[in-house]
Protein backbone atom coordinates (compact mmCIF):
# COMPACT_ATOMS: atom_id res chain seq x y z
CA UNK A 1 0.00 0.00 0.00
CA UNK A 2 1.26 3.56 -1.03
CA UNK A 3 1.24 6.28 1.32
CA UNK A 4 0.98 9.49 1.50
CA UNK A 5 4.09 11.75 1.92
CA UNK A 6 4.77 13.00 5.66
CA UNK A 7 6.21 15.90 6.59
CA UNK A 8 8.82 16.46 9.18
CA UNK A 9 7.96 19.13 12.22
CA UNK A 10 9.41 22.69 11.85
CA UNK A 11 11.94 22.25 14.67
CA UNK A 12 13.41 25.72 14.55
CA UNK A 13 9.95 27.08 15.18
CA UNK A 14 9.50 24.70 17.91
CA UNK A 15 12.94 25.79 19.35
CA UNK A 16 11.29 29.64 19.06
CA UNK A 17 8.55 28.40 20.87
CA UNK A 18 10.55 26.73 23.39
CA UNK A 19 12.56 29.77 23.82
CA UNK A 20 9.30 32.14 24.47
CA UNK A 21 7.59 29.48 26.86
CA UNK A 22 11.00 29.44 29.00
CA UNK A 23 10.85 33.35 28.99
CA UNK A 24 7.43 33.63 30.68
CA UNK A 25 6.36 35.03 34.25
CA UNK A 26 7.21 31.23 35.79
CA UNK A 27 9.48 28.79 36.71
CA UNK A 28 10.59 26.85 34.62
CA UNK A 29 8.89 23.87 33.17
CA UNK A 30 6.39 24.56 35.77
CA UNK A 31 3.10 24.33 33.56
CA UNK A 32 4.10 21.08 32.76
CA UNK A 33 2.55 19.20 29.90
CA UNK A 34 0.53 22.66 28.36
CA UNK A 35 4.50 23.30 27.70
CA UNK A 36 4.87 20.54 26.27
CA UNK A 37 1.75 20.40 24.05
CA UNK A 38 2.36 24.38 22.63
CA UNK A 39 5.70 23.40 21.67
CA UNK A 40 4.43 20.37 19.80
CA UNK A 41 2.01 22.15 17.97
CA UNK A 42 3.84 24.68 17.39
CA UNK A 43 6.26 22.10 15.25
CA UNK A 44 3.69 20.86 13.78
CA UNK A 45 2.34 23.64 12.24
CA UNK A 46 4.80 25.90 11.81
CA UNK A 47 3.81 28.86 13.88
CA UNK A 48 5.14 30.06 17.13
CA UNK A 49 1.89 30.69 18.21
CA UNK A 50 -0.28 27.84 17.33
CA UNK A 51 -3.93 27.87 16.72
CA UNK A 52 -6.15 25.19 17.11
CA UNK A 53 -9.49 26.57 17.09
CA UNK A 54 -11.51 24.66 14.59
CA UNK A 55 -11.71 21.02 16.18
CA UNK A 56 -13.32 18.00 14.95
CA UNK A 57 -14.15 14.95 16.37
CA UNK A 58 -14.20 11.69 13.88
CA UNK A 59 -16.17 8.70 15.19
CA UNK A 60 -15.11 5.60 12.89
CA UNK A 61 -18.01 2.94 13.58
CA UNK A 62 -18.22 -1.15 12.44
CA UNK A 63 -19.38 -4.41 13.53
CA UNK A 64 -17.10 -7.58 14.03
CA UNK A 65 -18.18 -11.22 13.63
CA UNK A 66 -16.42 -12.30 17.17
CA UNK A 67 -19.32 -10.21 18.53
CA UNK A 68 -21.53 -13.14 18.34
CA UNK A 69 -19.12 -15.18 20.86
CA UNK A 70 -20.40 -13.57 23.89
CA UNK A 71 -17.21 -11.13 24.45
CA UNK A 72 -19.70 -7.77 25.05
CA UNK A 73 -21.94 -7.07 27.53
CA UNK A 74 -24.16 -5.99 24.76
CA UNK A 75 -25.44 -7.50 21.19
CA UNK A 76 -23.86 -6.07 17.98
CA UNK A 77 -27.05 -4.53 17.35
CA UNK A 78 -25.91 -1.76 19.59
CA UNK A 79 -23.43 -0.69 17.23
CA UNK A 80 -26.37 0.77 14.68
CA UNK A 81 -28.28 1.98 17.31
CA UNK A 82 -25.40 4.18 18.94
CA UNK A 83 -25.22 5.58 14.82
CA UNK A 84 -28.27 6.87 15.26
CA UNK A 85 -27.61 8.24 18.93
CA UNK A 86 -24.52 9.94 17.58
CA UNK A 87 -26.48 11.70 14.78
CA UNK A 88 -29.06 12.96 17.18
CA UNK A 89 -26.35 14.41 19.43
CA UNK A 90 -27.32 12.35 22.30
CA UNK A 91 -24.37 10.60 22.81
CA UNK A 92 -21.48 10.91 25.30
CA UNK A 93 -19.29 12.78 22.68
CA UNK A 94 -21.27 15.03 21.30
CA UNK A 95 -22.31 16.46 24.65
CA UNK A 96 -18.47 16.81 25.30
CA UNK A 97 -17.56 17.94 21.86
CA UNK A 98 -20.38 20.41 21.94
CA UNK A 99 -18.51 21.39 25.52
CA UNK A 100 -15.26 21.59 23.55
CA UNK A 101 -16.46 23.74 20.75
CA UNK A 102 -15.88 20.40 18.68
CA UNK A 103 -17.30 19.38 15.27
CA UNK A 104 -18.70 15.90 15.70
CA UNK A 105 -18.06 13.47 12.28
CA UNK A 106 -19.53 9.78 12.46
CA UNK A 107 -18.24 7.56 9.88
CA UNK A 108 -19.56 4.06 8.78
CA UNK A 109 -17.15 1.97 7.54
CA UNK A 110 -18.46 -1.48 8.23
CA UNK A 111 -21.59 -1.64 11.04
CA UNK A 112 -24.08 -4.28 10.00
CA UNK A 113 -26.83 -1.24 9.43
CA UNK A 114 -28.85 -1.81 6.14
CA UNK A 115 -30.05 1.87 5.55
CA UNK A 116 -27.33 4.13 6.96
CA UNK A 117 -28.33 7.93 8.19
CA UNK A 118 -28.22 10.79 5.84
CA UNK A 119 -26.22 12.63 8.35
CA UNK A 120 -23.48 9.57 8.54
CA UNK A 121 -20.50 9.71 6.13
CA UNK A 122 -21.14 6.24 4.61
CA UNK A 123 -18.01 4.51 3.39
CA UNK A 124 -19.29 0.88 4.22
CA UNK A 125 -16.66 -1.43 2.98
CA UNK A 126 -18.64 -4.82 4.13
CA UNK A 127 -21.09 -5.26 6.60
CA UNK A 128 -18.94 -6.17 9.22
CA UNK A 129 -16.01 -8.35 9.75
CA UNK A 130 -15.92 -12.33 9.59
CA UNK A 131 -15.18 -13.90 12.97
CA UNK A 132 -11.38 -13.94 13.31
CA UNK A 133 -11.17 -16.78 15.67
CA UNK A 134 -12.50 -19.38 12.14
CA UNK A 135 -11.19 -17.44 9.45
CA UNK A 136 -9.40 -13.83 8.53
CA UNK A 137 -11.58 -11.20 9.22
CA UNK A 138 -10.80 -9.00 6.39
CA UNK A 139 -9.24 -9.38 2.86
CA UNK A 140 -6.00 -7.08 2.32
CA UNK A 141 -8.25 -5.33 0.12
CA UNK A 142 -10.94 -4.97 2.41
CA UNK A 143 -8.34 -3.72 5.12
CA UNK A 144 -6.83 -1.15 2.48
CA UNK A 145 -10.05 0.20 1.75
CA UNK A 146 -10.95 1.17 5.14
CA UNK A 147 -7.45 2.63 5.88
CA UNK A 148 -8.27 4.89 2.37
CA UNK A 149 -11.29 6.12 4.29
CA UNK A 150 -9.46 7.66 7.07
CA UNK A 151 -7.08 9.09 4.72
CA UNK A 152 -9.65 11.03 2.63
CA UNK A 153 -12.05 11.82 5.31
CA UNK A 154 -9.25 13.71 6.89
CA UNK A 155 -8.65 15.11 3.31
CA UNK A 156 -11.90 16.53 3.49
CA UNK A 157 -11.71 18.54 7.02
CA UNK A 158 -8.61 19.76 6.07
CA UNK A 159 -10.15 21.64 3.24
CA UNK A 160 -13.11 22.55 5.64
CA UNK A 161 -9.87 24.58 7.97
CA UNK A 162 -10.00 22.03 10.65
CA UNK A 163 -6.57 21.96 12.75
CA UNK A 164 -6.83 20.01 15.69
CA UNK A 165 -8.37 16.03 15.52
CA UNK A 166 -9.67 13.72 17.68
CA UNK A 167 -10.05 10.30 16.94
CA UNK A 168 -12.69 7.68 18.60
CA UNK A 169 -14.75 4.30 17.58
CA UNK A 170 -17.71 2.62 17.86
CA UNK A 171 -18.27 -1.08 17.53
CA UNK A 172 -19.72 -4.00 19.47
CA UNK A 173 -16.81 -6.43 20.63
CA UNK A 174 -13.75 -3.73 19.24
CA UNK A 175 -11.66 -4.13 22.90
CA UNK A 176 -11.25 -7.88 22.05
CA UNK A 177 -10.00 -7.04 18.90
CA UNK A 178 -7.94 -4.56 20.21
CA UNK A 179 -6.60 -6.34 22.57
CA UNK A 180 -5.12 -9.23 20.01
CA UNK A 181 -3.51 -6.45 18.43
CA UNK A 182 -2.32 -5.40 21.60
CA UNK A 183 -1.10 -8.74 21.89
CA UNK A 184 0.64 -8.82 18.79
CA UNK A 185 2.40 -5.83 19.01
CA UNK A 186 3.60 -6.02 22.30
CA UNK A 187 4.23 -9.47 23.36
CA UNK A 188 1.83 -9.90 26.39
CA UNK A 189 -0.27 -12.37 27.28
CA UNK A 190 -3.51 -12.23 26.49
CA UNK A 191 -4.30 -12.52 30.13
CA UNK A 192 -2.43 -9.85 31.22
CA UNK A 193 -3.84 -7.64 28.31
CA UNK A 194 -7.41 -8.41 28.58
CA UNK A 195 -10.33 -5.96 30.12
CA UNK A 196 -13.66 -5.81 31.01
CA UNK A 197 -14.51 -3.75 27.91
CA UNK A 198 -18.59 -2.82 27.81
CA UNK A 199 -18.09 -4.18 31.80
CA UNK A 200 -18.72 -8.13 30.93
CA UNK A 201 -18.37 -10.77 34.27
CA UNK A 202 -15.66 -13.04 34.98
CA UNK A 203 -17.33 -15.76 32.38
CA UNK A 204 -17.58 -13.99 29.64
CA UNK A 205 -13.79 -12.40 29.87
CA UNK A 206 -12.47 -16.27 30.21
CA UNK A 207 -14.49 -16.44 26.86
CA UNK A 208 -12.79 -13.22 25.58
CA UNK A 209 -8.86 -14.63 26.34
CA UNK A 210 -9.82 -18.00 24.92
CA UNK A 211 -11.42 -16.38 21.58
CA UNK A 212 -8.50 -14.29 21.40
CA UNK A 213 -5.97 -16.84 22.15
CA UNK A 214 -7.71 -19.08 19.38
CA UNK A 215 -7.57 -16.21 17.02
CA UNK A 216 -3.91 -15.91 17.63
CA UNK A 217 -2.86 -19.55 17.47
CA UNK A 218 -4.80 -19.95 14.16
CA UNK A 219 -3.58 -16.91 12.27
CA UNK A 220 0.05 -16.67 14.23
CA UNK A 221 0.47 -12.95 13.38
CA UNK A 222 4.10 -11.53 12.56
CA UNK A 223 4.29 -8.02 14.16
CA UNK A 224 6.36 -6.98 10.96
CA UNK A 225 3.56 -6.94 9.27
CA UNK A 226 0.93 -4.46 10.46
CA UNK A 227 -1.07 -4.68 7.11
CA UNK A 228 -1.05 -8.34 7.22
CA UNK A 229 -2.09 -8.60 11.10
CA UNK A 230 -4.82 -6.18 10.17
CA UNK A 231 -6.29 -8.18 7.73
CA UNK A 232 -6.25 -11.23 10.00
CA UNK A 233 -7.64 -9.95 12.89
CA UNK A 234 -9.48 -6.53 12.37
CA UNK A 235 -11.36 -4.19 11.88
CA UNK A 236 -12.77 -1.74 10.23
CA UNK A 237 -13.38 0.84 12.26
CA UNK A 238 -9.71 0.15 13.76
CA UNK A 239 -8.10 0.17 9.77
CA UNK A 240 -10.21 3.28 9.57
CA UNK A 241 -8.56 5.09 12.72
CA UNK A 242 -5.17 4.16 11.35
CA UNK A 243 -6.19 5.66 8.33
CA UNK A 244 -7.03 8.89 10.14
CA UNK A 245 -3.93 9.06 11.74
CA UNK A 246 -1.85 8.58 8.83
CA UNK A 247 -4.01 11.20 6.99
CA UNK A 248 -3.82 13.41 9.74
CA UNK A 249 0.17 13.39 9.84
CA UNK A 250 0.49 13.76 5.57
CA UNK A 251 -2.09 16.99 6.40
CA UNK A 252 -0.10 18.56 9.27
CA UNK A 253 -2.68 18.33 11.54
CA UNK A 254 -1.92 16.98 15.32
CA UNK A 255 -4.61 14.17 16.19
CA UNK A 256 -5.31 13.06 19.98
CA UNK A 257 -5.56 9.44 20.56
CA UNK A 258 -8.74 8.00 22.90
CA UNK A 259 -9.28 4.57 24.60
CA UNK A 260 -7.51 1.89 23.85
CA UNK A 261 -8.68 0.71 20.41
CA UNK A 262 -8.06 4.14 19.27
CA UNK A 263 -4.44 3.57 20.71
CA UNK A 264 -4.25 0.05 19.27
CA UNK A 265 -4.98 2.18 15.57
CA UNK A 266 -2.29 4.25 16.46
CA UNK A 267 0.19 1.90 17.31
CA UNK A 268 -0.39 0.07 13.97
CA UNK A 269 -0.46 3.93 11.49
CA UNK A 270 3.24 3.80 13.39
CA UNK A 271 3.86 0.39 12.16
CA UNK A 272 2.69 1.24 8.71
CA UNK A 273 4.86 4.96 8.89
CA UNK A 274 6.87 5.96 12.65
CA UNK A 275 6.71 9.69 11.22
CA UNK A 276 3.01 9.27 12.52
CA UNK A 277 4.14 9.41 15.72
CA UNK A 278 5.28 13.54 15.70
CA UNK A 279 1.67 14.26 14.95
CA UNK A 280 0.10 11.88 17.73
CA UNK A 281 -0.77 12.91 21.99
CA UNK A 282 -2.64 10.82 23.92
CA UNK A 283 -5.63 12.37 25.55
CA UNK A 284 -5.96 10.05 28.39
CA UNK A 285 -5.45 6.89 30.38
CA UNK A 286 -8.57 4.00 30.25
CA UNK A 287 -8.78 1.05 33.31
CA UNK A 288 -8.33 -1.44 30.21
CA UNK A 289 -5.06 -2.86 30.62
CA UNK A 290 -3.75 -2.69 27.37
CA UNK A 291 -4.55 0.65 27.24
CA UNK A 292 -0.88 1.80 29.11
CA UNK A 293 1.07 -0.99 27.06
CA UNK A 294 -0.02 0.47 24.27
CA UNK A 295 0.49 4.24 25.26
CA UNK A 296 4.28 2.91 26.82
CA UNK A 297 5.11 1.45 22.93
CA UNK A 298 4.06 4.64 21.21
CA UNK A 299 6.44 6.39 23.98
CA UNK A 300 3.18 9.47 24.08
CA UNK A 301 2.18 10.48 27.93
CA UNK A 302 -1.32 10.73 28.82
CA UNK A 303 -3.13 14.28 29.91
CA UNK A 304 -5.94 13.01 32.06
CA UNK A 305 -6.47 10.06 33.97
CA UNK A 306 -10.24 9.87 34.69
CA UNK A 307 -10.89 6.02 35.17
CA UNK A 308 -12.71 6.27 31.36
CA UNK A 309 -13.68 3.32 29.28
CA UNK A 310 -16.30 4.44 26.85
CA UNK A 311 -14.45 5.33 23.50
CA UNK A 312 -16.05 7.15 20.80
CA UNK A 313 -12.96 9.82 21.54
CA UNK A 314 -15.05 10.61 24.52
CA UNK A 315 -11.32 11.31 26.36
CA UNK A 316 -9.93 12.96 23.52
CA UNK A 317 -12.89 15.71 24.10
CA UNK A 318 -12.02 15.91 27.95
CA UNK A 319 -8.52 16.94 26.36
CA UNK A 320 -9.54 19.33 24.05
CA UNK A 321 -9.43 22.83 26.84
CA UNK A 322 -5.87 21.72 27.75
CA UNK A 323 -5.07 22.36 23.93
CA UNK A 324 -6.95 25.73 23.60
CA UNK A 325 -5.00 26.23 27.56
CA UNK A 326 -1.77 25.79 25.81
CA UNK A 327 -2.01 27.95 23.37
CA UNK A 328 -3.43 30.72 25.55
CA UNK A 329 -0.50 30.64 27.52
CA UNK A 330 2.01 31.15 25.13
CA UNK A 331 -0.19 33.32 23.28
CA UNK A 332 -1.43 35.91 26.48
CA UNK A 333 0.91 35.17 29.18
CA UNK A 334 3.66 37.95 30.14
CA UNK A 335 7.27 37.44 29.71
CA UNK A 336 10.03 38.38 32.53
CA UNK A 337 11.20 41.00 30.02
CA UNK A 338 7.34 42.43 29.82
CA UNK A 339 7.96 42.64 33.95
CA UNK A 340 11.59 44.44 33.44
CA UNK A 341 13.08 41.09 35.21
CA UNK A 342 16.28 38.97 33.02
CA UNK A 343 14.79 35.90 31.88
CA UNK A 344 15.54 32.36 34.36
CA UNK A 345 19.05 30.91 33.58
Same mark, same amino acid.
Given at each position: ?69 ? +? !? ?5 ? %? $???? *???? #????? =? ?95 ? +? !? ?5 ? %? $???? *???? #????? =? ?78 HAVLLDALGL ?45
Amino acid at each position: MKLPKIPPLHVETMEETTKHVNQLTKPLGSLGQLEQIAIRLAGIQGKKIPDVSRKAVIVMCGDHGVARSG +V !SAYPPEV %T $GLMI *HNFV #QGKAA =INVLARLAGAEVHVVDVGSYLSEVPKQVINKKVRKGTRHFAEEEAMTEEETIQAIEVGIEVVEQLKQKGVQLLAVGEMGIGNTTIATALAAVFTQKS +V !SELAGRG %T $GIND *HALQ #QKIEV =IEAALERHQPNPDQPLRVLSQLGGLEVAGMAGVYIGAAAAGIPVMVDGVISTVAALLAVKMEPSVRNYLFASHLSVEPAHAVLLDALGLQPIIQAGLRLGEASGAALAFPMFDAAVAIVREMATFADLGLPSPK
